[in-house]
């Protein structure tokens, strides 16, 4: 004999025979709507100061490094440029410098050397110099040259090496005065290091 039919009626898994969301909605008491509506605006507002108050400016050590990776690389915002050479004195083979610094942004130049291992190089005076954005200052460096067989007869391309630092990094530059400071340190050189060109014309 075989067992009667079960009289509960199947269950559906998919859900397509539930209520829809809006009728359910409506189904709820008007106290429990406003409330939950109420609940809602409250959640949003309290994550809208959330975000506003993480998203400002802070002074959080993560936000100063944002800001300072707002700041472009010292050598992107700094110009160095020639001014002049002046032999200061010739018998203890010391001469000066003069450049001309610019920047975008605040910066300080700590160090400057150059490519001849014969020549030293060093500020004067020898301490950081700072440069602002609304000040442009003139570099002063003081040359001495240890020994004239290490330099040669015509400077060609001669090039300092600059160190700066700004809020973002700190950069090793490699400037290229130009042709005016190749001529002019031609010209120390050849003063300093030739001999005097003796008059060979010979007496009658």
């Known amino acids: 004999m075989s067992a009667p039919p079960d009289p509960r ?90 450049l001309r610094v610019t920047t975008d942004d605040p910066v300080t130049i700590s160090r400057v050397t ?19 954005p609304e000040t442009p200052r003139n570099l002063q460096l003081r040359a001495h040259i240890r020994s004239c067989e290490g330099l040669p007869v015509q400077a060609r391309l001669p090039f300092l090496e600059v160190t700066l630092r700004n809020a973002r990094a700190s950069q090793h530059l490699s400037v290229i005065p130009g042709d005016r400071y190749a001529h002019a340190l031609t010209r120390v050189f050849r003063t300093v290091c030739e001999p005097p060109v003796k008059d060979s014309a010979h007496t009658p």
């Open 114 to 132: 150059q490519g001849y291992e014969a020549l030293e190089v060093s500020m004067e005076p020898p301490r950081p110099l700072s440069v602002r």
């Open 9 to 98: 009626p199947d269950t559906l898994t998919s859900g397509s025979e539930a209520p829809p969301l809006r009728e359910r909605w409506a189904a709820l008491p008007r106290r429990v709507r406003h409330g939950t509506v109420g609940g809602a605006a409250l959640a949003l507002v309290v994550a809208a100061t959330v975000y506003g108050v993480n998203s400002g400016p802070s002074e959080h050590p993560e936000g100063r490094r944002h800001a300072a990776r707002l700041v472009p690389y010292p050598a992107q915002s700094t110009d160095i440029r020639f001014l002049d050479v002046a032999t200061t004195s010739p018998r203890a083979r010391t001469f000066s410098i003069a």
